[in-house]
């Protein structure tokens, strides 16, 4: 068994590892690109509602609109869908580097409507409280909006990276590298049973530590 295994690792423990690296990298990048755009977009949602502080329905119908047609194409449909704009924006549309735009377009609205549910509970009296006191909106949203939800916010960002590693895994069908194209490209068309069961059981451990680290940070920031 102990020779298998390191039988195993001198034949695919580099392409693991280097898998693992683009993975990695391929979730930050294109998470950080999301929460930039999405937070912001999220809270415009709220603003923008009817009754709310920026009250505008033309505003909030073409972003609900916008939102809920992004949500509704499934990912590897979009990856396909907008390989031009891929291109065009980021100069090609195969590694790590061609996936980030799809990757993007793909998590960012659904980072936003996650914001928008999480701020949606914070009690309307507490902001307008705040808002008798004279705060104005952009202290308000820092202030009361953002800190009162943090943790559902950290519970909902914490959700979007899980389906983000999932998307990460079908960009590997268009080459995108990371675990997702070395389970296809040797775990399902080579026949290499293995490295599919490895590379599975790397996704879920990824996926666990996650949830678990998002879990403890959210009920940490609920007690403060």
Do not use: C
Request: charged content about 15%; hydrophobic content about 55%.
């Amino acid at each position: 068994m102990a020779l298998k295994i390191s039988e195993f690792l001198n034949l695919w423990g580099e392409d693991i590892w280097l898998a693992t690296i683009q993975t990695f990298q391929m979730v930050s990048m294109a998470l950080l690109l999301s929460i930039l755009i999405g937070l912001p977009l999220g809270i415009l949602l709220v603003l923008t509602r009817p009754g709310k502080g920026l009250d505008n329905k033309y505003i909030y119908q073409t972003l609900n609109i916008f939102i809920n047609i992004i949500r509704s194409i499934p990912f590897i449909i979009l990856l396909f869908f907008i390989l031009p704009f891929t291109k065009f924006i980021v100069g090609t549309s195969i590694g790590v580097k061609g996936v980030i735009v799809p990757l993007v377009v793909y998590t960012a609205p659904y980072i936003a409507r996650l914001m928008e549910s999480a701020v949606l509970e914070v009690d309307r009296g507490v902001v307008e409280a705040y808002e008798a006191m004279g705060m104005k909106t952009r202290q308000i949203i820092w202030h009361v909006l953002i800190r009162e939800s943090r943790s559902s916010i950290i519970l909902g960002l914490t959700i979007a990276t899980i389906g983000l590693i999932g998307a990460t895994a079908m960009a590997g069908l268009v080459g995108g590298g990371g675990l997702g194209d070395l389970a296809y490209r040797y775990g399902h068309l080579r026949y290499e049973a293995d490295v599919m069961y490895v590379t599975v059981a790397l996704l879920i451990v990824l996926v666990q530590g996650l949830q678990s680290i998002g879990n403890a940070a959210a009920a940490k920031l609920k007690k403060e």
